[in-house]
């Protein structure tokens, strides 16, 4: 059975359907791909509008990778399409193509008065810059830049750059092989992976020859008026309660990177209902509003749980191993994995699973953390 967020979930409401019934014809890629474009593309033109607190503010801003083979998933025409469709607010969007150093991206917001919408095809060229002097803050800097802060610069003697009212929107893709290549355990452990929003799925079939999008006149307008604190109303606080337990229980039981990807799971499901919200011009969440977006957040989780063991098996072997003995010697460990894993990413391996909390370590002796 094909892995996607097909027509057929809860989360496809009445605008999201338009949407899809305008990209979904011009070529195969997932329906999850259409619809994180949606999301993210809403939340950009809404901006710092409209919020929810949790405790803080939360904005709808995203940081969408679309993941998938290259050039069978078209994860750059889903990209292009979906920006395309926005007719002529295309062009009142500050957009950058490029993103290199946390000057050119802080230049970029002060333009676009704070905010900015940056576009990758593939986003192994922003993430392989990460190792070079001019860019090693690049990562951080996003990591920060998520939570929308009200400024934020860099305040240096000589060419201070201050930008204010911040919001940043990131889409962009990439395929497996290169995210392994290009992101390291510390970089997903540290932030940046549980910020991003990482979206799987399976091709439609295969279009012998590429199909027109049916463009229709969405009523984007309506999301830049858009404005205000929303609020979840009361079966909306119980429907919650009830996802949120749920959700504890499965983190419980999850691999130590699942868990830490997954962290952000809620806030981004509270994201996507400041989006729908907007598009039914209400502040009030309703019980159906966060039920849909939900749905959405568990896809989501899907993903995670896919997309974790092309980062987390050389942890999960080390894990293996400890766990087995309940207490092993740190040398031993490397003595027994050394022939197949290089001895810093073994030494990478027990520092993360001691930050996960699911080791600790007392006189060169690795034991395990007993589960409460």
Request: aromatic share 10%; proline share 4%; charged share 25%.
């Amino acid at each position: 059975m094909a892995f996607d967020y097909d027509l057929n979930r809860v989360g496809w409401f009445g605008a999201a359907q338009d949407f899809a019934s305008i990209l979904m014809p011009a070529s195969n890629y997932p329906a999850s791909y259409v619809y994180a474009m949606f999301m993210a593309l809403s939340g950009h033109l809404i901006g710092r509008n409209a919020y929810l607190r949790y405790p803080t503010r939360l904005y709808p801003n995203h940081y969408i990778c679309l993941v998938g083979p290259s050039a069978l998933t078209h994860k750059s025409t889903a990209i292009t399409l979906a920006i395309e469709s926005l007719g002529g607010l295309e062009d009142d969007i500050q957009t950058m193509r490029s993103l290199t150093t946390v000057q050119g991206l802080l230049i970029s917001m002060g333009e676009g008065m704070g905010s900015t919408l940056v576009v990758l095809d593939e986003i192994a060229t922003m993430l392989q810059k990460k190792n070079v002097d001019y860019a090693s803050d690049l990562i951080s800097r996003i990591v920060e830049l998520y939570a929308c802060p009200s400024s934020a610069g860099t305040f240096t003697r000589h060419d201070p750059i201050r930008v204010t009212d911040t919001f940043l929107t990131i889409v962009s893709g990439s395929t497996t092989e290169w995210l392994q290549s290009t992101l390291s355990p510390n970089d997903l452990l540290a932030g940046f992976g549980n910020r991003m929003t990482f979206v799987l799925g399976d091709p439609r079939p295969e279009k012998s020859w590429p199909g027109t999008p049916k463009w229709m006149n969405l009523d984007w307008e309506r999301l830049m008026e858009f404005e205000g604190e929303c609020r979840l109303d009361e079966d909306a606080r119980d429907i919650w309660e009830v996802f949120y337990k749920k959700f504890t229980r499965q983190q419980k039981k999850s691999t130590p990177f699942t868990r830490t990807l997954a962290e952000r799971v809620p806030e981004k499901i509270l994201k996507a209902s400041i989006v729908m919200g907007a598009w039914y011009r209400d502040t009030i969440i309703s019980g159906e509003i966060l039920a849909q977006a939900i749905d959405w957040g568990e896809y989501l989780h899907e993903c995670i749980e896919r997309l974790t063991p092309t980062f987390d098996a050389p942890e999960r072997r080390v894990l293996q191993l400890v766990r087995l003995r309940r207490t092993v010697r740190r040398d031993t460990i490397f003595e027994e994995l050394s022939h197949d894993m290089s001895v810093n990413r073994i030494r990478e391996c027990l520092v993360n699973l001691k930050w996960l909390g699911y080791t600790t370590e007392h006189r060169n002796e690795i034991s395990i953390v007993e589960d409460e």
